[in-house]
């Protein structure tokens, strides 16, 4: 970024988040004044950075407080307003800058959670074509009534619900459901907004208008699932609930038992609660960084400290446990030549762009080689492709449109192939050389490769639970699950339903972890407690609504991320025990008047130093 780029960029991050920045600059002005032997000055400096920062924290805490909210920053004002009372100036400033930059990283997460909205707004269908009589009409999605026919051509997303009117389409669904293969429809057959043409022009009839439609819904249920998502409580918050009253009480019983209000103060010196507002927060960013390293990335404290928790992990299928094309199964070659048919087949399919073709021709480069040039290639979207190759007449397609081409029945040959592939809920491509039926190619979801380890692990980390939510049937979401060792599989799903299944779950078993790459996974990943996006190669819109965002191809990393988040844990709950005994330990004594305040501030130091040492070793 040039010097001139970034002045604008610091411009808004000054007027967005001013408190931090303040903070920051008086720490650093402060300390370049102090290291120049111009001591005063730089307490003056702190000083004048502790009261113009963290008066605006106070006072909102106070707000809080008033409105029935009791958390960490509560114990947050005390340290704030202890600092100021005592001049502790530079630890004051410290406090100052990691509640208030604790909360901007929470905002910035929101930010970044609702520019995902903005991703799926902007994919919307904006516009249809009506027929009006013999005239076609283009008009905002918006006009689209229910009963009008609509024209949709190559390319263009399906604007409303309805259904094909006449004749065939081939569309793209995958936005919508998951599945990357497109689906064939006839006359009759459901259309879902946000579907892409991927065949020839078609004529469909729009059952909802756009306001109702599934791709409406998708948004619909995004923008609700952020802002219905309960709060959750933080690891410090939940110790500040009793900490927070026994340090006040303890600090009245001093006033009481000495009658000094120095006795009062060195109660809240020795119990400014840096396990709380340092050490806690500097174990999550440790976490933080350590889960960046191993190219995870985690958008704020509460999703590492979550991940940790998790008690239900839920997987989508496509593109997250299996990839995101299916991989050739099986070839069965009548001939027995499997590596010449392949060759043939997947040279015919260069030319094609559908996602079968591109897992074909993969795999030919794979296993036989170089491929042979197609000549004379004419296609059917959605049906087959037919050309020259290596001066053959190859097909390639769908039973029913190879059986055209040929005027026949394909052969008792293949029905061992087709079983085989019904029993599996696969795909199966037909094969025709010279006129004449040539062989099967079985396509079938491949698990990838660490799986069945993740889910094994996730058990032993203590995970109760592992689920699928798919859109996919169920016979081939059972047969991936229990080669995944998966417990629990529902299938069929629309976006709507994969988020009242994590609404559930959550609700059952606790925290709960929702692991999908896609744009129709975006909800359930904005309910689940902690949602984790397959960012590799996972759609931008899924990757924004995740909490967790995992940049290279590998599940297995969601394990790795557990596993950072439990151990961030376990050392910030160290911090938290050892700190905050010595704390408890140290309000004892001063309470009976025998720490003055200067003494129990460094005390508490001392004190600070260990648990923060400790809490960096979650790096």
Request: net charge neutral; aromatic share 4%.
């Amino acid at each position: 970024m040039t010097a001139a780029a970034s002045m604008p960029f610091l411009g808004r991050v000054v007027r967005t988040y001013p408190l931090p920045v303040l903070a920051l600059a008086g720490l650093v002005v402060g300390g370049a004044a102090f290291l120049v032997g111009r001591t005063e000055g730089a307490q003056w400096v702190w000083y004048g950075a502790l009261v113009v920062g963290g008066t605006p924290v106070v006072v909102k805490t106070l707000v809080g407080m008033a409105r029935g909210r009791f958390a960490a920053d509560i114990v947050a004002m005390l340290a704030i307003a202890t600092a100021i009372a005592t001049g502790e100036a530079f630890a004051g400033v410290i406090i100052v800058l990691m509640q208030t930059g604790g909360e901007a990283i929470d905002d910035y997460g929101f930010r970044r959670a609702s520019s995902s909205l903005d991703a799926l707004i902007a994919r919307a269908p904006r516009s249809a074509r009506v027929k009006r009589g013999d005239a076609i009409e283009e008009v905002r999605a918006e006009d689209v009534r229910v009963g009008d026919i609509l024209v949709v051509r190559p390319g263009d997303l399906v604007p409303v619900d309805g259904a094909v009117e006449n004749g065939s389409a081939d569309v793209d669904e995958s936005a919508i459901t998951g599945e990357p293969l497109s689906r064939p429809k006839r006359a009759g057959d459901t259309l879902l907004s946000g579907s892409v043409n991927v065949g020839s022009p078609f004529e469909m009839r729009a059952s909802r208008v756009s306001g109702e439609s599934e791709y409406s819904k998708i948004v619909d249920l995004v923008k609700r699932a952020q802002s219905e998502r309960p709060p959750i409580q933080r690891l410090a918050d939940r110790y500040a609930v009793w900490f927070t009253p026994i340090t006040l009480a303890v600090a009245v019983l001093a006033l009481f038992l000495t009658g000094a209000v120095s006795s009062f103060l060195a109660v809240l010196v020795v119990a400014t609660p840096c396990p709380l507002i340092l050490a806690t927060p500097l174990a999550v960013i440790g976490g933080v960084n350590r889960a960046a390293k191993e190219s995870i990335i985690v958008k704020s404290g509460a999703a590492i400290e979550q991940i940790g928790r998790g008690k239900v992990v839920i997987f989508d299928k496509t593109g997250t446990l299996t990839y995101e094309s299916p991989v050739i199964d099986r070839v069965v070659a009548f001939d027995g030549d499997e590596g010449g048919l392949l060759r043939l087949a997947s040279s015919l399919e260069q030319l094609s762009s559908h996602p079968v073709a591109v897992s074909m021709v993969k795999a030919g480069r794979e296993r036989v080689g170089a491929l042979s040039p197609a000549t004379d290639v004419s296609e059917s979207p959605g049906q087959g492709v037919r050309g020259v190759v290596e001066g053959k007449d190859v097909l390639v397609g769908s039973q029913a449109y190879v059986e055209g081409c040929l005027g026949g029945a394909f052969g008792a040959l293949s029905a061992p192939a087709l079983r085989y592939a019904q029993r599996r809920g696969s795909l199966v491509s037909f094969v025709a050389v010279g006129g004449e039926p040539a062989g099967v190619i079985v396509f079938s979801d491949q698990l990838r490769p660490g799986v069945p380890f993740l889910v094994q692990k996730l058990r032993e980390m203590g995970v109760q639970h592992t689920v699928m939510l798919t859109g996919d049937n169920r016979t081939n979401a059972s047969i991936i699950a229990r080669e995944a060792g998966i417990e629990r599989v529902a299938a069929d799903l629309l976006p709507e339903q994969k988020v009242q299944e994590v609404k559930r779950l959550t609700a059952e078993y606790g925290p709960s972890i929702m692991v999908g790459d896609g744009i129709n996974d975006a909800p359930a990943l904005a309910t689940a407690t902690v949602g984790v996006a397959m960012g590799a190669h996972g759609t931008g819109i899924s990757a924004e609504a995740a909490d967790v965002v995992l940049l290279v191809d590998d599940i297995t990393k969601v394990g790795d991320g557990m596993a950072i988040g439990q151990r961030m844990l376990r050392i910030a709950k160290q911090s938290i025990y050892f700190g905050m005994g010595g704390s408890l330990a140290l309000m004892a004594v001063a309470s009976l008047g025998y720490i003055e305040p200067a003494v129990g501030a460094m005390l508490q130091e001392v004190l600070d130093v260990a648990v923060i040492l400790n809490a960096l070793r979650a790096r």
